[in-house]
Structures are given as C-alpha cells and as structure tokens.
C-alpha cells in the first residue's frame, strides 16, 4: 500500500515563500511522475507541477517563474519551493504519484494523492 505524506505548509504573507515536502512509502517504485496539485476553495483541483521518471517538468502557467519542483528518486520524496506567492495560492496542496503517463500535456493513468497540506497567503 502507497502512502504519501505532506508537510510545510502554513501561512504566509503574500511575496513571502514556502516549501512542501512530500515523503512516499510502501510501493512508490510504480510511480513515473511525481508532485503537486491544489484545491482552492469552491475549485476544482488543479496541476501545479509534475516530474516525471525522466525529470520532464509540467508546471502550471500561473506558477511559472515562481514555483520550483525538484524530486529526489533516491528516497522517493518530492519538494516545491514556492516563491513570490499571491493571495491566489491559498489552497490545500496535495502530493500526487502517478503511475499513468504525460502526452501532449495530459495525463492518463491512475493517481495516489497524500492528505493534503493547507497554504495561506495573507494580503
């Protein structure tokens, strides 16, 4: 059974920044791609940044600049330096593995997701 665990998030002031870490365990082997989705209120979940097993990078376009993905295949954990960050980033971010596969910007495969961590940006 794959668990996946977050930690780092918080409250912020907006311009200020954060780091997400995200630990995976049990049979994480199966997983290509690795990262971050969030969920702000009364939206739908949303990519924010994926790595996959070849270290391709998929960011979403409002986090482009000021968001870092990094993975560390070693120990199957994944990182996200938010930088910059703006009252838009309040949301609940949630570590995903994929064992599915990216094309063209798209995704298709099944997913495991952590608890989700809370990030909110004060104006």
């Known amino acids: 059974q794959v668990q996946l665990v977050e930690s780092g998030g918080g409250l912020v002031q907006s311009g200020g920044s954060l780091r997400l870490g995200c630990a995976a365990s049990g049979d994480s082997s199966t997983f290509n791609s690795m990262g971050w989705y969030r969920q702000a209120p009364e939206r739908q979940r949303e990519l924010v940044a994926v790595?996959?097993?070849?270290?391709?990078?998929n960011y979403a376009d409002s986090v482009k600049g000021r968001f870092t993905v990094s993975r560390n295949y070693a120990d199957n954990s994944v990182y996200l330096q938010m930088n910059s960050l703006r009252p838009d980033g309040r949301a609940v971010y949630y570590c995903v593995g994929q064992s599915g596969s990216w094309s063209g910007g798209y995704y298709t495969g099944n997913d495991y997701w952590g608890q989700g961590t809370q990030v909110t940006v004060s104006s």
């Open positions: 790595v996959t097993l070849e270290g391709r990078i």
